[in-house]
RNA sequence: GUGGCUGUAGCUCACCAGGUAGAGCACCGGAUUGUGGCUCCGGAGGUAGCGGGUUCGAGACCCGUCAGCCACCCCA
């Protein structure tokens, strides 16, 4: 017989971490929709041109890490490695891009790597994108968005924000001539990788994490000596935002970011909870996007968070979520377990927010009770047989040390409403 | 894609000069024929990731493969 797992680097979200994402879900949606955002779902597969053009032809994403097939028709088709594009696409598409537009989505991404803790090739994003305002309040709105996010989670000391502004591409053009000249002279100092880069993608070398290599660097040209004044005034008004709203930020002159599209501000959470894959939210500005995507020239901004990592960095700081019944519904016999079913059906449609777990498969009471007590139940909801017979029922606390109460069957109703309010006061 | 480490019961791990496996927790049952959590007793559960090789004999050694972990790389 054979066995199947998930492939290699697909993993099952299991009952017991469920939970966790139903209430970051949940957090991601109010946070968002206080801000006025608004959600969008969004095809799982474009075409493989849509993300080349975007990420970038020559950027690792794009170069090896694309889930790429050709369908039916021999069309090349790429499972997304991430949202923007997509989202672009569609907003140009459908013509969204005409007033400012707030959006976000969430879902599933795929990225052919090696995985590792916090990497994985199918991985979750939750992506926020703003079109339309050019104007560093856009950027500081989308940094006070994370950081609510990160309050409202738990998270909010173990994560740091990282800064830069990279300019526009002419900048950077500029900015790269001058950088490949002064490297070149000293190519042979430089790890195997940035050597690589020096004519694919030379921006990319400031991150390296090779000792020589930074040693290099620090003689290297900045970027900042060539960004226009006009750039450099929006980024210290932003930095003034982020001040008034009292988020505190690391400037990081040499983070650059690995997708193309970015330009002036980019940013990124980090946390030192999680290995080598220290980034649970990256983002920043793309202004030129849309119209490459042949929209209306529309400035946009935008980022994504990791919820994987966000998940495990939340696991790191011991924050769990549980979510047990609150009734456990055992019953003596055939007969009570028959009695039950009318009560408890009606008891289910007047209070929807509590949970009623019934035990099933039958089974001595001490089983049912040992059942009861590890479900997390609060209560046991007891049918036995006296109690069917008089018209009563019982009701044991399981959490608490507390006498157990035989109650008419009829004040149930009273009992529960009862419950609600003391465990919504709680 | 590169390098390193690991892979024994559901989980965490052990034993062993190479002689076909054991503990704790979890699970099931009983002590308690209407009551959980504590305790005691009992039980079930593994062809030692998979395939091949060396050997009289391998979970232990070797090779391959798959998977996980760590780092590089990269990003979420």
Redesign the pocket.
Known sequence: MT?Y???????DILPEETPLWQSMETAALEVLSSYGYSEMRLPIIESTDLFARSIGEV???VE??MYTFADRNDDSMTLRP?G?AGCVRAVVQHNLAVTPQRLWYMGP?F???????????Q???LGVEAFGVATPDQDAELIAICRQLWRRLGVDDALQLEINNIGSADDRARYRDALVAYLSQHRNQL?A??QR?LES?PL??L????PD?QAVLDGAPGLQDYLDDTTQSEFQVLLGYLDALGVRYVLNPRL????DYYNKTVF???TEH??????????GRYDSLVETFGGKATPAAG????????TLLMQALDITVSTPADLYV?T?DENAYQHSLPRLDALRRQFPDIDIVQHLGG????????????SGAAW?L????????AGQV?L??????AE?Q?IPDAELEAFLAGYLATAQSA
């Open positions: 066995t797992r998930a492939i290699r680097g697909m993993v950027t690792d994403i090896k890490e991430e923007t991404m990225r052919y790597e090696r995985p590792q803790k916090g990497r994985q090739r991985f979750h994003q790890d990788d940035s880069r993608n990319r070398i991150d390296s994490k090779s290599t650059v970011r690995g997708l990124e959470w980090t999680l290995g080598a894959q220290s980034t649970v939210c990256g983002g980022f994504a968070v990791g919820l994987e990592r966000l055992i003596a089974g001595s009471f001490k089983s049912q009770f040992k059942r009861a007590d590890k046991a007891v049918y036995g047989e006296a109690e069917v017979a019982t044991k606390p399981l959490r608490a040390e157990q035989t």
